[in-house]
């Protein structure tokens, strides 16, 4: 892929709950909407390509599209390569498992207001900060049995996003190596 050119796309929550989503239909939709070096990593919505044009434009474009083909609207967030070196490099907890470590790529930098409500959660040994436009986790025992309430912070954050652990994270970057 063109390291320069190439763009991480996002899709949020697919292939959770029942929404599916299948990776060669995104492909061949981001495709349709003119994406070049198109390829998808694991079944949760990560999508690489090329966008034609603005890649704001085309994240919105690729929404509409995912929800008149699929029946279901979920946001598309995506980064530059850099950007996504620059998140994980970011990252400011101690990696103990990767993959209870993640970066949630947010659609805005939230609030200041937003982010002093969302510190009043509790959070038991897990910790988040975030830095930019990507909060980042750690999970004290992993996603799967959390102690803090995320989705609670993620309302109080007031913006979209989509979390990726960091082995995942660190995938995507290779793939676009």
């Not at 990560?46 to 279901?72: H, T």
């Not at 049995?145 to 995320?150: E, G, I, L, T, V």
């Amino acid at each position: 892929m063109s390291e320069s050119a190439v763009r991480i796309h996002l899709l949020r929550a697919v292939n959770v709950g029942g929404t599916k989503l299948p990776m060669a239909e995104l492909r061949e939709v981001a495709a349709e909407l003119g994406a070049t070096e198109v390829s998808t990593y694991i079944a949760s919505g990560n999508l690489l390509c090329v966008p034609p044009g603005d890649p704001d434009a085309f994240d919105r474009a690729l929404e509409k599209a995912v929800e008149q083909r699929f029946g279901f609207f979920r946001e598309v967030i995506s980064r530059s390569r850099g950007e996504v070196a620059d998140a994980l490099a970011a990252h400011p907890f101690e990696v103990v498992e990767a993959k209870y470590s993640y970066v949630t790529f947010l659609t805005a930098a939230p609030t200041a207001a937003a982010l002093a409500a969302a510190h009043e959660v509790p959070t038991g040994d897990d910790r988040w900060e975030v830095v930019g436009r990507e909060m980042h986790v750690r999970y004290a025992d992993g996603a799967g049995r959390p102690q803090m309430k995320d989705a609670t912070i993620g309302r109080r954050l007031g913006v979209a996003g989509t979390a990726r652990n960091l082995n995942t994270v660190q995938k995507l970057l290779d793939l676009t190596a």
